[in-house]
C-alpha cells in the first residue's frame, strides 16, 4: 500500500471518535488504523478522458481512456459494456480502446458505449459515443484501405488472376485502373496532431505531393503514411496505429504477424522511403515520412525537406512505371515477371542485377528529387537556401573523390548486391545521369520518364535484362544504341577527365533545370485521354491569372494526335493564340480545330499540323495566360 500523510484535521476527528468510545489504549490505536485504512480505499476512480471522440472510417484506432483514483495503488480496470461494446475492444491495463474492425462511415456513422472503471470494488461509469467520419468514398485507395487483400504469398489472394502471360510475364488489370490517371488519388494519412507539422509545412507536403503528379505523372493510387511526431516520442498506441493501417494496406492477409513484427524496436529504425514493391503493386504505391528524419520540415532547410519528399515520390513514379506496359498498344496493364514470386535473390542483391541498378534507382531518385522540389519551389515562390546547380555539383564532387581514390572504380560497381563504395551509388548515380543529359537536351525527358516507361517491355522481350535493354532502347550514342558496358566505360573516363572544379561546371544552368518540358507519364500512353485542366483565377497583387493544376500559368506540353478540354471560369473565357497574350497583344485568336462547348469549356484538337508552339489567354483580361508547346 502507498504511503500518505492525513490531513490534520481528518486525524484530529477520528483521535475525538476513537477516545469518545472508551476502552483501552491498544484498542483505540488499533480502531483508528482501520478507519484510516477503510477511508483510504473508499475513492471511486475520476475519468478524465472525453465522453465523445471522433474516428475517420477505416480506422481501428479510437483513442485512450483515462482515469484516477485518489490513494488506490493497484492497476485501474478497464472495461466496456453498452449497446455497441461488442465492435469494440479495450485494453483493461491501459485503456487502449481499437475497433475490432475498421468502421465504415456509410453502414454506421456513430458508436455508444459505457465506459467502465474500476478500483477495487468500486467503480465509476461514463457514456461514450464514438463519431465516424466520412472518408471519400470515391477513392478506389481509401486512406487505410487496401483494393485487395493479402495472404502469406508474394501476390494478392483476392486480386484478379493474370489476364494474359507468355513465357517471361503475367499481365494484370486493377480495378483502379477504371480512373483516369490523372485522377488517381494520393492519400495522405498524417500521425499524432497535424498541428505538431509547423506551418507552412502542411501545406507543402501536400502540394509537392500534387505538383510532382501533374510533373512526372503518376499510375498507381498512393498511400502516403506522415508521423508527424518525433519517432522517439510517439506513443504505442500511435505506433500501433501506424503499423496497423500500414499492414492493412498492403499485408492484410497476415496482418498479426506483419504489426508484430513492425512495432518496437524496428518502429525507432525506420527513415523516409517510398516505392512499389511487386507483391504489393495491386495495392499501389507506397510512402512513408518521419518529421525527424534529417529534417523533413521541422528540423532541416526547406530545400533538403522538400527534396526528401520528391526523392519518395520519384520512386514510387520510377517503379510504378517500371511495371506498367502497353500490352499490343491497347489497355495499358501491369506485369510481374514470373520469375519474382518465390525468388528474391533476382529481386534485390543479384550481383548482376535484374530489377534496376541501385546507381540507377537511388541516383535517379536523387536527380528528380533536387529537380522537381526547385522546380515547385520556383511556381510556389518558394525561397530556399541552396540553389539545385550546388546540390548536383556537391553530389558530383562526392563522386569525383570516390573515384580519385580508387583508380579500379567504375559506375557499375554501385549495383545491388556489388556495391564495394557504400553509398556512393546516391551521389554516382546522380552524376551518371547528369553526364547523359550533358550529352543530348533530349535525354532529360528520357531519364525522367521514358526509361522507366520502356523497362517492362524489355523485360517482356529478354528475361532478366529489362532494365540493361530499356537503357539501350532509350538512350543513344551517336545515333546508334547506347550499350551499358560502353556507357560505363564513357562515364568512368569522363570522371576522371579533369579536375574536380572543372567536372563540377559542365553541370545544367539553373534555367536549364527549372524550365526543362517533360512530357508527363500519362501523356506518354498511346490511348487518346481527355485532359481536364481547370484554371483557378485568385487576385493575384490586382491582376488575376490562370491556374492549372493548381500551377500559376502552367506551361503545357500537348501532345499531337490528342484532343484537350478546358474548363475555365466563366467570366474568364479561355482562348488560344500564336501570339503571347493574343489580342492583347496584336494577335489573332488560333481557331483550327478549336470547339468552343460552352461558356465554361474549349477544346483543342492536336494535330500534326498544329503550330509547335501556341498561347493560351484570356478573351477579356490581358496577363493571365501562358505557353503551349505541341510534340509529336
Given at each position: 500500500?502507498?504511503?500518505?500523510?492525513?490531513?490534520?484535521?481528518?486525524?484530529?476527528?477520528?483521535?475525538?471518535?476513537?477516545?469518545?468510545?472508551?476502552?483501552?489504549?491498544?484498542?483505540?490505536?488499533?480502531?483508528?488504523?482501520?478507519?484510516?485504512?477503510?477511508?483510504?480505499?473508499?475513492?471511486?476512480?475520476?475519468?478524465?478522458?472525453?465522453?465523445?471522440?471522433?474516428?475517420?472510417?477505416?480506422?481501428?484506432?479510437?483513442?485512450?481512456?483515462?482515469?484516477?483514483?485518489?490513494?488506490?495503488?493497484?492497476?485501474?480496470?478497464?472495461?466496456?459494456?453498452?449497446?455497441?461494446?461488442?465492435?469494440?475492444?479495450?485494453?483493461?491495463?491501459?485503456?487502449?480502446?481499437?475497433?475490432?474492425?475498421?468502421?465504415?462511415?456509410e453502414?454506421?456513422?456513430?458508436?455508444?458505449?459505457?465506459?467502465?472503471?474500476?478500483?477495487?470494488?468500486?467503480?465509476?461509469?461514463?457514456?461514450?459515443?464514438?463519431?465516424?467520419?466520412?472518408?471519400?468514398?470515391?477513392?478506389p485507395?481509401?486512406?487505410?484501405?487496401?483494393?485487395?487483400?493479402?495472404?502469406?504469398?508474394?501476390?494478392?489472394?483476392?486480386?484478379?488472376?493474370?489476364?494474359?502471360?507468355?513465357?517471361?510475364?503475367?499481365?494484370?488489370?486493377?480495378?483502379?485502373?477504371s480512373?483516369?490517371?490523372?485522377?488517381?488519388?494520393?492519400?495522405?494519412?498524417?500521425?499524432?496532431?497535424?498541428?505538431?507539422?509547423?506551418?507552412?509545412?502542411?501545406?507543402?507536403?501536400?502540394?509537392?505531393?500534387?505538383?510532382?503528379?501533374?510533373?512526372?505523372?503518376?499510375?498507381?493510387?498512393?498511400?502516403?503514411?506522415?508521423?508527424?511526431?518525433?519517432?522517439?516520442?510517439?506513443?504505442?498506441a500511435?505506433?500501433?496505429?501506424?503499423?496497423?493501417?500500414?499492414?492493412?494496406?498492403?499485408?492484410?492477409?497476415?496482418?498479426?504477424?506483419?504489426?508484430?513484427?513492425?512495432?518496437?524496436?524496428?518502429?525507432?529504425?525506420?527513415?523516409?522511403?517510398?516505392?512499389?514493391?511487386?507483391?504489393?503493386?495491386?495495392?499501389?504505391?507506397?510512402?512513408?515520412?518521419y518529421?525527424?528524419?534529417?529534417?523533413?520540415?521541422?528540423?532541416?532547410?526547406?530545400?533538403?525537406?522538400?527534396?526528401?519528399?520528391?526523392?519518395?515520390?520519384?520512386?514510387?513514379?520510377?517503379?510504378g512505371?517500371?511495371?506498367?506496359?502497353?500490352?499490343?498498344?491497347?489497355?495499358?496493364?501491369?506485369?510481374?515477371?514470373?520469375?519474382?514470386?518465390?525468388?528474391?535473390?533476382?529481386?534485390?542483391?543479384a550481383?548482376?542485377?535484374?530489377?534496376?541498378?541501385d546507381?540507377?534507382?537511388?541516383?535517379?531518385?536523387?536527380?528528380?528529387?533536387?529537380i522537381?522540389?526547385?522546380?515547385?519551389?520556383?511556381?510556389?515562390?518558394?525561397?530556399?537556401?541552396?540553389?539545385?546547380?550546388?546540390?548536383?555539383?556537391?553530389?558530383?564532387?562526392?563522386?569525383?573523390?570516390?573515384?580519385?581514390?580508387?583508380?579500379?572504380?567504375?559506375?557499375?560497381?554501385?549495383?545491388?548486391?556489388?556495391?564495394?563504395?557504400?553509398?556512393?551509388?546516391?551521389?554516382?548515380?546522380?552524376?551518371?545521369?547528369?553526364?547523359l543529359?550533358?550529352?543530348?537536351?533530349?535525354?532529360?525527358?528520357?531519364?525522367?520518364?521514358?526509361?522507366?516507361?520502356?523497362?517492362?517491355?524489355?523485360?517482356?522481350?529478354?528475361?532478366?535484362?529489362?532494365?540493361?535493354?530499356?537503357?539501350?532502347?532509350?538512350?543513344?550514342?551517336?545515333?546508334?544504341?547506347?550499350?551499358?558496358?560502353?556507357?560505363?566505360?564513357?562515364?568512368?573516363?569522363?570522371?576522371?577527365?579533369?579536375?574536380?572544379?572543372?567536372?563540377?561546371?559542365?553541370?545544367?544552368?539553373?534555367?536549364?533545370?527549372?524550365?526543362?518540358?517533360?512530357?508527363?507519364?500519362?501523356?506518354?500512353?498511346?490511348?487518346?485521354?481527355?485532359?481536364?485542366?481547370?484554371?483557378?483565377v485568385?487576385?493575384?497583387?490586382?491582376?488575376?491569372?490562370?491556374?492549372?493544376?493548381?500551377?500559376?500559368?502552367?506551361?503545357?506540353?500537348?501532345?499531337?494526335?490528342?484532343?484537350?478540354?478546358?474548363?475555365?471560369?466563366?467570366?474568364?473565357p479561355?482562348?488560344?493564340?500564336?501570339?503571347?497574350?493574343?489580342?492583347?497583344?496584336?494577335?489573332?485568336?488560333?481557331?483550327t480545330?478549336?470547339?468552343?462547348?460552352?461558356?465554361?469549356?474549349?477544346?483543342?484538337?492536336?494535330?500534326?499540323?498544329?503550330?509547335?508552339?501556341?498561347?493560351?489567354?484570356?478573351?477579356?483580361?490581358?496577363?493571365?495566360?501562358?505557353?503551349?508547346?505541341?510534340?509529336?
Amino acid at each position: 500500500m502507498a504511503k500518505f500523510k492525513l490531513p490534520i484535521a481528518l486525524l484530529s476527528l477520528f483521535l475525538i471518535k476513537a477516545c469518545g468510545g472508551g476502552g483501552g489504549g491498544s484498542d483505540t490505536a488499533q480502531n483508528i488504523v482501520q478507519t484510516v485504512v477503510a477511508s483510504s480505499q473508499a475513492v471511486a476512480p475520476v475519468i478524465s478522458s472525453a465522453n465523445s471522440f471522433n474516428v475517420s472510417e477505416n480506422q481501428t484506432y479510437i483513442g485512450t481512456a483515462l482515469a484516477t483514483a485518489a490513494n488506490y495503488s493497484s492497476a485501474l480496470s478497464y472495461s466496456l459494456s453498452g449497446v455497441d461494446a461488442d465492435a469494440i475492444s479495450i485494453n483493461s491495463s491501459t485503456g487502449v480502446m481499437t475497433f475490432n474492425s475498421a468502421p465504415d462511415f456509410e453502414t454506421k456513422n456513430a458508436y455508444v458505449v459505457k465506459l467502465n472503471v474500476a478500483a477495487g470494488s468500486l467503480t465509476t461509469s461514463q457514456d461514450i459515443t464514438i463519431s465516424i467520419s466520412d472518408v471519400d468514398s470515391d477513392n478506389p485507395l481509401a486512406c487505410k484501405t487496401a483494393s485487395y487483400a493479402t495472404a502469406n504469398t508474394h501476390l494478392p489472394s483476392t486480386a484478379p488472376s493474370a489476364s494474359s502471360s507468355d513465357s517471361v510475364m503475367n499481365y494484370y488489370t486493377y480495378s483502379w485502373q477504371s480512373i483516369d490517371f490523372e485522377n488517381l488519388p494520393i492519400c495522405l494519412n498524417y500521425y499524432e496532431a497535424t498541428a505538431t507539422i509547423i506551418n507552412p509545412w502542411k501545406t507543402y507536403i501536400e502540394d509537392l505531393h500534387d505538383y510532382s503528379k501533374f510533373t512526372i505523372g503518376q499510375v498507381v493510387p498512393l498511400n502516403v503514411s506522415i508521423l508527424a511526431e518525433d519517432r522517439a516520442l510517439i506513443s504505442d498506441a500511435e505506433a500501433l496505429q501506424f503499423n496497423t493501417d500500414k499492414c492493412t494496406v498492403f499485408f492484410s492477409g497476415e496482418l498479426s504477424k506483419c504489426v508484430n513484427e513492425m512495432i518496437f524496436p524496428d518502429f525507432a529504425n525506420r527513415g523516409a522511403n517510398g516505392g512499389v514493391n511487386f507483391a504489393r503493386l495491386p495495392n499501389g504505391g507506397e510512402i512513408e515520412l518521419y518529421q525527424d528524419l534529417d529534417g523533413l520540415w521541422v528540423k532541416s532547410s526547406i530545400d533538403g525537406a522538400l527534396k526528401i519528399i520528391a526523392h519518395e515520390y520519384f520512386h514510387v513514379h520510377q517503379n510504378g512505371l517500371k511495371f506498367m506496359i502497353e500490352a499490343n498498344n491497347e489497355n495499358n496493364k501491369f506485369a510481374i515477371p514470373k520469375a519474382w514470386p518465390g525468388n528474391n535473390a533476382l529481386y534485390h542483391n543479384a550481383p548482376t542485377p535484374k530489377y534496376m541498378p541501385d546507381w540507377f534507382e537511388e541516383g535517379g531518385a536523387e536527380f528528380g528529387g533536387i529537380i522537381l522540389a526547385a522546380k515547385y519551389m520556383e511556381n510556389a515562390s518558394i525561397n530556399g537556401s541552396e540553389d539545385p546547380v550546388d546540390e548536383f555539383k556537391g553530389k558530383i564532387g562526392e563522386c569525383f573523390d570516390r573515384f580519385a581514390a580508387n583508380g579500379a572504380l567504375s559506375l557499375e560497381d554501385f549495383n545491388k548486391g556489388n556495391n564495394i563504395a557504400g553509398n556512393g551509388h546516391y551521389e554516382c548515380g546522380l552524376a551518371a545521369l547528369m553526364y547523359l543529359w550533358l550529352q543530348d537536351d533530349a535525354n532529360y525527358q528520357k531519364i525522367m520518364i521514358d526509361y522507366y516507361a520502356n523497362w517492362a517491355e524489355a523485360e517482356a522481350l529478354r528475361a532478366g535484362h529489362g532494365w540493361s535493354d530499356a537503357f539501350k532502347n532509350t538512350f543513344k550514342k551517336d545515333g546508334s544504341p547506347y550499350e551499358i558496358t560502353t556507357f560505363y566505360n564513357d562515364f568512368n573516363n569522363w570522371i576522371r577527365s579533369d579536375t574536380k572544379d572543372n567536372i563540377k561546371g559542365l553541370v545544367k544552368t539553373k534555367n536549364q533545370m527549372l524550365h526543362a518540358d517533360l512530357i508527363p507519364t500519362t501523356e506518354n500512353t498511346p490511348r487518346n485521354v481527355t485532359v481536364t485542366a481547370a484554371p483557378k483565377v485568385i487576385d493575384n497583387g490586382g491582376v488575376n491569372k490562370y491556374f492549372i493544376d493548381s500551377v500559376q500559368q502552367k506551361s503545357l506540353v500537348l501532345k499531337s494526335g490528342k484532343t484537350y478540354t478546358f474548363i475555365y471560369p466563366a467570366g474568364h473565357p479561355l482562348r488560344f493564340s500564336q501570339t503571347t497574350d493574343g489580342t492583347h497583344n496584336s494577335g489573332m485568336s488560333y481557331v483550327t480545330d478549336v470547339d468552343i462547348l460552352s461558356t465554361t469549356t474549349v477544346t483543342l484538337k492536336v494535330t500534326s499540323s498544329t503550330p509547335k508552339t501556341l498561347y493560351y489567354f484570356c478573351e477579356i483580361h490581358s496577363g493571365m495566360g501562358g505557353i503551349i508547346k505541341i510534340v509529336d
